[in-house]
């Protein structure tokens, strides 16, 4: 699961990039395999409000 050091790492390596952009934690626990159907409606469901 991405975490705050993992969000910190992440801007850190691409902060040129990233600009103003909003990354987010999902809260997803690494668990799932590839392509998991489960993972997939999850991942629809929590960024249904990222996304509209």
């Known amino acids: 699961m991405m975490e705050q050091r993992h969000r910190t ?10 600009g103003s952009t909003l990354i987010v934690c999902l809260g997803i626990p ?8 489960h993972l997939i409606d999850l991942l629809e469901r929590k960024m249904t409000r990222f996304t509209g």
């Open 9 to 18: 790492a992440v801007r850190r390596q691409f902060r040129s990039s990233l």
């Open 30 to 37: 690494d668990r799932y395999r590839y392509m998991d159907p």
